[in-house]
């Protein structure tokens, strides 16, 4: 167990509202990750992190935005939630070896 | 051509099977690889790492072969627990990991 917990577990929205999902981690891990899957594809990055306040894009990043204030926390921001966004969100935090370790995940539904 | 190349399945087999998996990926820089399970509805959950000389973890025995760029999971004694979806990842020069699509796992009584 990589003490990594989502919030919250579920959510349905409208197109055109702000979304935030929240990643916790207990074991103060530099590197933390989010992704989205989607059926038909692998896990696809859309953001990451190395450290408070250093971010970058990941390959799927249009759309949102994050933020890392503390070390246990890695936000994800829909900033106007589309239909395109539905989808199972899911936070990471990388291992000593590079392996990741996931959280739970949000499934996320935009009407 | 796709990052990582798996047959998607489903593989269905009865208890007590081997199966094996196989994975190609087109980074020729990666340098890490690991298999991650996935269940249904959950999150992917790391199975093994993969190293140079092979490795063996109980009933799953790892492969790779650099050189084709390939990467084998062995299941032995398939348990009906073992029903999951499979995912060859490798990691690449600047640790992340390339996801593909997964080999899915049916293992019946």
């Known amino acids: 167990d990589a003490g990594i917990t989502q919030s919250p577990r579920h959510k349905v929205t409208e197109t055109g509202t702000p979304v935030t999902l929240r990643c916790h981690q207990t074991e103060n891990h530099r590197y933390m990750y989010w992704y989205r899957q989607d059926p038909g594809h692998g896990l696809r990055l859309i953001h990451y992190?190395?450290?408070?306040?250093?971010?970058d894009k990941g390959e799927v990043s249009d759309g949102y935005s994050v933020s890392r204030s503390k070390t246990e926390d890695f936000l994800l921001t829909l900033e106007s939630a589309t239909s395109s966004q539905t989808s199972v969100y899911f936070c990471a935090i990388r291992g000593t070896l590079g392996e990741q370790f996931f959280g739970p995940g949000t499934r996320l539904t935009v009407l | 051509r796709k990052e990582v190349e798996q047959d998607p399945g489903p593989f269905n087999v009865p208890e007590g099977a081997t199966v094996a998996f196989n994975c190609t990926y087109s980074?020729?820089?990666?340098?890490?690889f690991f298999w991650y399970r996935q269940d249904c509805r959950k999150e992917p959950k790391l199975l093994m790492s993969v190293y140079s000389s092979g490795n063996e973890d109980g009933r799953f025995t790892a492969q790779l072969n650099r050189a084709s760029q390939y990467i084998s999971l062995l299941i032995r004694d398939s348990k009906l627990s073992d029903s999951a979806t499979y995912l060859c990842?490798?990691?690449?020069?600047?640790?992340?990991?390339?996801f593909g699509s997964g080999t899915r796992l049916l293992v019946r009584p």
């Open positions: 990842v490798p990691m690449d020069s600047s640790y992340k990991l390339i």
């Open positions: 980074n020729s820089a990666s340098q890490s």
């Open positions: 992190s190395y450290g408070v306040k250093d971010t």
